[in-house]
């Protein structure tokens, strides 16, 4: 076999090169396209920020207790009497109502505690007074004057166990501030309407490893004045409760909130997703192109007035009269009772341009 049969046995075959796919970009008005590549702007800012907050740590300050505390302060009493004849008990109890001239002295008993829930260094200082007030009318907010007699002053020793204590006894007399009274009213040329109260009243000094807080602390017990009244009553107050805590402020981590990263990078993946669209798929029109888009959006809009027809018939020996905008056509179109006819292509635009509406005699058109 020759080289010549061998070439006529053998075909050769010359592969064409292949042709590249184009995509071909689809108009789009320009105010939809900026719509939406602003919306896309957004989505990818808006996914960085919640996916930026979703990764970051911060930092947040925790407080614990250190050292935490009750306070409780009350009081009791009794009235002691007089030589009488008739109780035949020296002292009278509480909620009793007690007589002026039978009564010599009230027997006072006053305490005020802290207690914490472990070892602190505590100490306190505490006055018991007794306190007079003189007003006009029956009417305590007009006050007339005012006298403070100081019965005991104490400053404790600081114990360790995280707990502190006031105990103490007062005897007070209804004759406590009698001359004070007689010589005030006297100078004043007039009597006062007047009230007493035995007042405990203090602070707590706490420490805790050398975290220090200080507590106040006070408690009022009306007291009977000689002559105000023949008959009398003690008000005693409930006890007074308060609380309150030493703490430690520590900045701690926050572990972020990892829900929310997979939520921002949703939204950077649909922002990019749709620029890239709008950017590689779309493109701004030429003026064919602008003017197919802006008579689609006709349809779109006047969709109901319209009437899609395979082609458009022929309206030879009509007058013609073209007609300036389309809403003029849909009021031409209402009052004629006529359809407007337009055949629309694959895009759903109307075949060149046209629109149409036919009398017997005339062809009213629209063509953009």
């Known amino acids: 076999m020759n080289k010549s049969d061998t070439e006529k046995g053998n075909k050769v075959v010359k592969k064409e090169p292949a042709q590249k796919k184009t995509t071909q970009k689809r108009p789009m008005g320009n105010r939809s396209r900026?719509?939406?590549?602003?919306?896309?702007?957004?989505?990818?800012?808006?996914?960085?920020?919640?996916?930026?907050?979703?990764?970051?740590?911060?930092k947040v300050k925790q407080e614990s207790n250190v050292f935490t505390y009750q306070v409780n302060t009350t009081s009791s009493y009794q009235v002691v009497l007089k030589n009488n004849s008739i109780y035949d008990t020296p002292t009278l109890e509480e909620g009793r109502v007690y007589s002026d001239a039978l009564t010599d002295h009230i027997a006072v008993q006053l305490k005020s505690e802290l207690v914490g829930d472990q070892a602190a260094t505590l100490h306190v200082d505490y006055d018991i007074n007794a306190e007079l007030d003189g007003f006009?009318?029956?009417?305590?907010?007009?006050?007339?004057?005012?006298?403070?007699?100081?019965?005991?002053?104490?400053?404790?020793?600081?114990?360790?166990?995280?707990?502190?204590?006031?105990?103490?006894?007062?005897?007070?007399?209804?004759?406590?501030?009698?001359?004070?009274?007689?010589?005030?009213?006297?100078?004043l040329g007039s009597t006062t309407s007047k009230s007493m109260s035995l007042v405990l009243s203090?602070?707590?000094?706490?420490?805790?490893?050398?975290?220090?807080?200080?507590?106040?602390?006070t408690y009022t017990l009306p007291m009977p004045i000689r002559g105000a009244n023949k008959l009398y009553t003690v008000d005693k107050p409930d006890a007074a409760a308060d609380s309150g805590s030493i703490t430690n402020s520590t900045l701690v981590k926050e572990r972020p909130n990892q829900k929310l990263t997979p939520?921002?990078?949703?939204?950077?993946?649909?922002?990019?997703?749709?620029?890239?669209?709008?950017?590689?798929?779309?493109?701004?029109p030429d003026e064919r192109e602008?003017?197919?888009?802006?008579q689609k959006e006709v349809v779109r809009k006047q969709r109901s007035h319209l009437v899609n027809v395979r082609e458009l018939p022929d309206f030879s020996g009509r007058m013609l009269v073209q007609i300036n905008d389309i809403e003029d056509m849909i009021s031409l179109s209402e009052e004629m009772g006529s359809p407007i006819l337009c055949a629309l292509d694959e895009n759903d635009v109307p075949k060149d341009g046209k629109f149409l509406i036919l009398s017997d005699t005339t062809a009213?058109?629209?063509?953009?």
């Open 263 to 284: 939520v921002g990078v949703v939204l950077l993946v649909i922002g990019l997703g749709m620029g890239v669209s709008v950017l590689v798929l779309t493109k701004a």
């Open 364 to 368: 009213y058109f629209l063509k953009n």
């Open 34 to 58: 900026v719509a939406l590549l602003l919306v896309s702007l957004v989505a990818v800012i808006g996914g960085l920020i919640v996916a930026g907050v979703g990764t970051k740590t911060k």
């Open 202 to 217: 203090g602070k707590y000094y706490i420490d805790v490893n050398g975290q220090q807080q200080t507590k106040d602390f």
């Open 136 to 187: 006009f009318n029956n009417d305590p907010t007009k006050k007339v004057y005012s006298k403070v007699q100081n019965l005991k002053h104490v400053s404790t020793e600081p114990t360790q166990d995280g707990r502190a204590t006031v105990e103490e006894s007062v005897d007070v007399s209804p004759d406590l501030f009698a001359s004070f009274v007689t010589e005030a009213e006297k100078e």
């Open 290 to 294: 602008a003017i197919g888009l802006a």
